[in-house]
């Protein structure tokens, strides 16, 4: 199970009773990005988001990835990781006197569905910026059927400086069929090195999501039925809203990042 991960970096956190075979991961060994496995989600909803950038994101030279908060004039920037794209994402391209929804569909990276999901990372510090690790179907949103268009899964997002975090699924887009449920607020016990472990177990009987190997929340469905890819994400406040930063960003003190430690992926072995 575990014979791709070399022993000097943390074992993973897996749910018990049951077997698991490792997939894909990261442990961000090296000193560049591995780009064969992430991208850089530069678009939102067919836009160039003006704080989304492909700088930023380092490694350490000791097996970690850090997703640092930049300031440049006044203005702030982060990155955003991911393994395939939506096709929400992408700006419409002309077709003639019509526009074509997508500019360009591209070839994703890694997909999966079904299976466990976890990341072991440290919270960033500053106020004014989150940070995320989920999951996304290329194509939420495209039909009222979310196993068929799948399912935004919200493994773990943080918004605030005081240790809560929280899951969340997303369905039928972001419009007005948008369907969501999620878990509230859930407050992260401190650890003595400050690494914290985030998982969901994706399986066709629902979403059970785990902290630090714990269960904190399940939830039915709606499941989806479709491959998604992984994101590792960080953005900047207020800019959703404005073209101006949110008055707690302004208050960060840099530099600060969200550093993850390994993303891994199992199949659950029947």
């Known amino acids: ?20 075979n490792l ?11 591995d780009r064969t496995k992430w991208d850089f989600r530069l678009y939102l909803m067919q836009r160039r988001h003006s704080t989304f950038t492909d ?4 490694l350490d030279g000791d097996s970690h990835l850090l997703l640092n908060l930049i300031e440049r004039d006044g203005h702030y920037y982060s990155p955003h990781l991911q393994t395939g794209s939506n096709y929400l ?10 526009t074509w929804p997508v500019g360009k569909i591209e070839k994703p990276g890694f997909m999966h569905k079904y299976g466990y999901y976890e990341i072991r990372c440290k919270l960033q510090t500053q106020p ?16 009222l059927n979310p196993a068929v268009s ?20 997303h369905w039928n887009g972001y419009g007005d069929d948008h369907g969501y449920l999620g878990s509230g607020d859930r407050k992260v016990s401190d650890t003595a090195d400050g690494w914290h472990y985030f998982g969901c177990h994706w399986s066709r009987e629902g979403y059970v999501f785990y ?6 929340w399940r939830v039915d469905g709606p499941v989806s039925d479709t491959e998604q890819f992984l994101l590792i994400s960080t953005e900047c406040m207020g800019y959703r809203r404005s073209e101006q930063p949110d008055e707690k960003l302004k208050k ?7 550093v993850v430690d390994f993303v891994r992926v199992y199949d659950e072995v029947k």
């Open 55 to 58: 700088e930023g994101a380092t």
């Open 150 to 169: 799948g399912v935004e899964i919200d493994i773990m997002e943080n918004f605030t400086r005081d240790g809560v975090i929280s899951h969340n699924i």
């Open 1 to 20: 199970m575990e014979s791709r991960i070399d022993a000097t970096h943390a074992p993973s956190l897996l749910p018990e009773g049951k077997r698991w």
């Open 23 to 33: 997939v894909w991961n990261d442990e961000f060994d090296g000193d560049i990005l």
């Open 252 to 258: 960060a003190v840099l530099p600060d990042a969200f």
């Open 89 to 98: 994402d992408r700006p419409g391209a002309s077709y003639g006197k019509f």
């Open 128 to 143: 004014g910026w989150w940070s995320a690790f989920w999951l996304q179907s290329p194509l939420i949103g495209s039909t």
């Open 211 to 216: 902290v630090d190997g714990q269960e904190s």
